[in-house]
């Protein structure tokens, strides 16, 4: 099995919202200071099942009064397919260098669709880092050292990708 078919359905399992380690609007090292506030739904990315809602629980900064979330591991922000599906799009366009038209017409998806991921991915990858990443890579360069990873390394990744800056993920950075 490929590596990124490996990614991809490791990361379309749905699971739970992760709770929540730090605050991303206060400094590292703060003490836990957050309480649960309430949650919204959104739809969970699913293919099969278009109209399958996921509650995200929203949690509340008491220092500056803030409201926060955490995805579940297979969702991104602002981005309504699964995480391991952007991953095989953006391996198919950088790696095994699909073209655009190619891509959208066997994955069913718009070329715009698609040409707004890529741009998104190009915009946030200077502050993306892998373990042991010192300097930005290229996108082609940084999507073989993700698939080379084990697949529980990336999920906590993006995890703490997520974690850090709530906007802040693969596709994109999302000003507040």
Not at 66 to 77: E, K, N
Not at 135 to 144: M, Q
């Given at each position: 099995?490929?590596?990124?078919?490996?990614?991809?359905?490791l990361l379309q399992q749905l699971a739970p919202c992760p709770a929540p380690s730090r605050c991303p609007y206060c400094p590292v090292g703060t003490p836990p200071h957050w309480?649960?506030?309430?949650?919204?739904?959104?739809?969970?990315?699913?293919?099969e099942q278009g109209t399958q809602k996921v509650a995200i629980p929203r949690y509340r900064?008491?220092?500056v009064v803030?409201?926060?979330?955490?995805?579940?591991?297979?969702?991104?922000?602002y981005c309504s397919v699964r995480t391991g599906r952007v991953l095989a799009w953006l391996q198919a366009l950088y790696v095994d260098a699909t073209p655009l038209s190619r891509l959208a017409h066997r994955v069913e998806m718009a070329r715009g669709t698609l040409r707004g991921l890529r741009v998104r991915f190009q915009?946030?990858?200077p502050q993306l880092r892998l373990p042991g990443q010192p300097?930005?890579?290229?996108?082609?360069?940084?999507?073989?050292a993700l698939r080379a990873l084990d697949p529980s390394a990336i999920v906590v990744l993006f995890r703490m990708w997520k974690e850090r800056?709530?906007?802040?993920?693969?596709?994109?950075?999302?000003?507040?």
């Open positions: 099995m490929p590596p990124a078919l490996f990614v991809t359905l309480i649960r506030w309430g949650h919204y739904e959104r739809y969970a990315g699913d293919p900064c008491k220092i803030r409201t926060f979330s955490l995805l579940p591991d297979a969702l991104l922000p915009r946030a990858l300097a930005a890579w290229p996108p082609a360069r940084f999507l073989e800056e709530p906007k802040h993920s693969v596709v994109g950075l999302h000003r507040r």
